[in-house]
Nanobody, 116 residues
Framework: QLQASGGGLVQPGGSLRLSCAAS????????MGWYRQAPGKQRDLVAA???????NYAESVVGRFIISRDNAKNTMYLQMSSLKPEDTAVYYC????????????WGQGTLVTVSS
């Protein structure tokens, strides 16, 4: 239901924009977010955005990453700037819906490599 794209190789200080396209309306999700998992590490939340557009970020990306959503295109984005080698990871998009029960969905992941 979620398709992540936009990863790639970028030099330190560069920028990338990740996209997460949903097969249906993203208005059905209460919260959407981006997580990342570096080799040998746990998957951590990078940024999340609510249906109303309220966003929160991991401390390590504040001021560098911006999460947004385009309800008309059923797509969520993560604009990443001033990238650092430590941002290297597989990035996953996530969506959660509460409809009496909690439903959670994951995209397949897209690799971001920050290296000179």
């Amino acid at each position: 239901q979620l398709q992540a794209s936009g990863g790639g190789l970028v030099q330190p200080g560069g920028s990338l924009r990740l996209s997460c396209a949903a097969s249906g309306s993203i208005l059905s999700y209460n919260v959407m977010g981006w997580y990342r998992q570096a080799p040998g590490k746990q998957r951590d939340l990078v940024a999340a955005i609510s249906r109303s557009g309220s966003a929160n970020y991991a401390e390590s990306v504040v001021g560098r990453f911006i999460i947004s959503r385009d309800n008309a295109k059923n797509t969520m984005y993560l604009q990443m700037s001033s990238l650092k080698p430590e941002d290297t990871a597989v990035y996953y998009c996530n969506a959660v819906a509460w409809t009496g029960v909690r439903l959670e969905y994951w995209g397949q992941g897209t690799l971001v490599t920050v290296s000179s």
